[in-house]
């Protein structure tokens, strides 16, 4: 079992930045320039990449110069266009062609961006002016969070995992959690700090530069009757949670941030590691106006993935009760997962939510912008098609020659989507569905995916 102490780390770990966009590159008499590093490269890189590619960052390269991120040209080429599948980068992995386009803190390129980089690897990489580099960034290596600075901070004791040590599963010790009134939690975030170093260490992916596989964790207050909170599960390379404007997460004053399923394992490196938990408010007086779906969506009794095969499916579904607003799309497979889709089916109408590739080194979650969250009625059936590659073209695989089934284990298999739903009432969903045809500007012949019954417009109003 790995030891635990109380002592600090000596690095802090960032999460991936996102890719953000950039002008195309300039044009002069109408035709367009040589794309550069000075002028159209390094603007990229310092809005998306360089918070992790930078000495004493998370990522194995610096691409902050010129002089470094030359050499490099081609495997970014290569890896930004993988575009939806394992191994992109930045880790997003939204098929741009079916479903719902319109996301959260959506850091994907756009194909221009992704052509641009492309250009300048093919064209030998040029440098370009350096009259052109923006203005260097400044970067806080304590660590920052992507979700903003919390409101209260909680951490862990420090777990020591030793190179080469088995995977661990166990308790924590209760944490309490310094709040003198309930409050309602806009947004979580779950950041592990440890001590491996930034620089020539050969850990080169997520799970080989860190050492807490997951944490199942939740708040719990003793003094009453239904005083325990469940909260998304922290796992590695996984984004923060922003929860819908309307269903804040209850913190109790009082309560202890508890987990009986830690995973730990060894990434080859004596290190020594804690989470830290960032919560951030609502304001005072805030009141939820929906309560969470605790329908579950997955399937763990017929995971059956053969081996040397790929495209192998799986499949899950269940039905709302209660008319459902879908806050967010994660899928949760194991190492032989590739890709997920999300399924809405309703009378004769069979509409795709969402389809993403998976990798088991970033696990993300995907939440719907406000005014494309699906609004589905009560009585939809929600199918999750999952899609296994059990080869060697899959990476992640330690052996494709193995069978596998349902289990814990990394080398074993979970399918489950682990999005967040919200129950409604008939009121609530028919006002939700107004609201929604006025800020879209919706008529009957108009449609929006995942709202089925929204160019439904009641006589005499909208």
């Known amino acids: ?22 002008p195309a590159a300039a044009q002069e008499g109408g035709e367009p320039n040589h794309v550069t590093f000075s002028r159209d490269i390094a603007p990229i890189f310092q809005n998306s990449c360089v918070n992790c590619h930078r000495p004493n960052g998370v990522a194995p390269m610096s691409l902050v110069r010129y002089e470094d991120a030359r050499r490099y040209a081609g495997r970014i080429a290569r890896r930004t266009a993988i575009r939806d599948r394992m191994g992109t980068m930045p880790p997003w992995y939204v098929e741009k062609d079916i479903g719902i386009q319109h996301f959260k803190n959506d850091p994907s390129l756009t194909d221009d961006e992704i052509a641009m980089i492309a250009d300048w690897a093919s064209s030998g990489a040029p440098e370009g002016d350096p009259a052109d580099m923006p203005a260097p960034l400044e970067f806080d ?26 995977d661990w599963w166990g308790d924590i010790a209760p944490i309490d959690i310094p709040i003198l009134e309930d409050r309602y939690v806009k ?16 850990r080169e992916t997520v799970g080989g530069r860190f050492v807490i596989h997951h944490m199942v964790w939740s708040t719990l207050n003793e003094e009453g009757e239904g005083r325990r909170t469940v909260w998304p599960v922290h796992e590695v390379g996984r984004n923060g949670d922003v929860f819908d404007q309307d269903a804040g997460r209850l913190l109790r004053t009082g309560s202890k941030l508890v987990s009986n399923s830690t995973h730990l394992h060894s990434n080859g490196l004596d ?18 106006t ?10 763990g009794s017929d995971i ?21 607003k879908v806050v967010s799309f994660e899928p949760h497979l194991h190492a032989p997962g590739d890709r997920m889709c999300l399924e809405a089916i ?9 389809c993403v590739g998976y990798d088991h080194n970033w696990v993300r979650t995907y939440t719907f912008e406000e005014n494309y969250q699906p609004l ?49 009432s008939q009121e609530q969903f028919e006002a939700a569905m107004a609201e929604r045809r006025e800020r879209l500007d919706l008529g009957p012949n108009d449609h929006v995916i995942g709202c089925p019954l929204c160019s439904v417009i009641p006589a005499g109003g909208r």
């Not at 079992?1 to 950039?22: E, N, W, Y």
């Not at 993935?305 to 209660?322: N, P």
């Not at 309703?346 to 969402?354: A, I, M, R």
């Open 1 to 22: 079992m790995p030891r635990l102490s109380t002592t600090g780390t000596t690095a802090a770990v960032a999460m991936l930045a996102a890719c953000a966009a950039t």
């Open 141 to 166: 290596d304590s660590g920052a969070w992507t979700l903003g600075e919390p409101d209260v901070v909680v951490t862990t004791d420090e777990f020591l995992v030793e190179a080469g040590e088995p």
């Open 187 to 202: 947004s979580v975030e779950i950041r592990e700090i440890n001590d491996v170093p930034s620089e020539g260490n050969g």
């Open 271 to 288: 290190t020594r590691a804690r989470l830290q938990f960032g919560f951030t408010f609502h304001p005072e007086g805030y009141e939820p």
């Open 290 to 299: 929906y309560r969470e779906s605790i329908l579950g969506l997955g399937n």
């Open 304 to 324: 059956d993935i053969q081996a040397g095969e790929k495209d192998q499916e799986l499949h899950a579904y269940t039905v709302l009760r209660t008319p459902t």
């Open 346 to 354: 309703w009378g004769f109408n069979v509409e795709t939510l969402s």
């Open 376 to 424: 589905l009625p009560a009585g939809t059936v929600l199918h999750i098609t999952g899609y296994m590659n059990n080869t060697e073209e899959n990476f992640n695989i330690p052996d494709p020659r193995n069978w596998q089934g349902s289990g814990n284990r990394s080398v074993a298999n979970m399918f489950i989507d682990l999005g967040m739903r919200l129950s409604m």
